[in-house]
Nanobody
Framework: QVQLVESGGGLVQPGGSLRLSCAAS????????MGWYRQAPGKQRELVAT???????KYADSVKGRFTISRDNAKNTVYLQMNSLQSEDTAVYYC???????????????WGQGTQVTVSS
């Protein structure tokens, strides 16, 4: 029903910036949480940031103050602005959507294919 496509990954030097985009196609229910996860080599996938349909945002402590999640409802797109990037931020970043028609209804889960972010000099 919904497809998520990430873009914007690439190679940046330490201290640099990068903006990831996640474009959603299809119909999204009125209640949703969209977020970014990342998975580094040899590590578990971890939550980076989320944004709720009501506008509330949450961040992992490791990226707080450096990363910003935002959205453009008209474009059905969520962004992750990443500043002051460090080598520890190197990972595949995945866009995620959890959506439901209303409170108490089943939640549907969607994932993008991922985009590689490499921070290296």
């Amino acid at each position: 029903q919904v497809q998520l496509v990430e873009s914007g990954g690439g190679l940046v030097q330490p201290g640099g910036s990068l903006r990831l985009s996640c474009a959603a196609s299809g119909s999204i229910f009125r209640l949703y949480v969209m977020g970014w996860y990342r998975q580094a080599p040899g590590k578990q996938r971890e939550l980076v940031a989320t944004i709720f349909s009501g506008g509330t945002t949450k961040y992992a402590d490791s990226v707080k103050g450096r990363f910003t999640i935002s959205r453009d409802n008209a474009k059905n797109t969520v962004y992750l602005q990443m500043n002051s990037l460090q080598s520890e931020d190197t990972a595949v970043y995945y866009c995620n959507l959890d959506s439901q028609a209303g409170w108490g209804t089943p939640v549907q889960h969607y994932w993008g294919q991922g985009t590689q972010v490499t921070v290296s000099s």
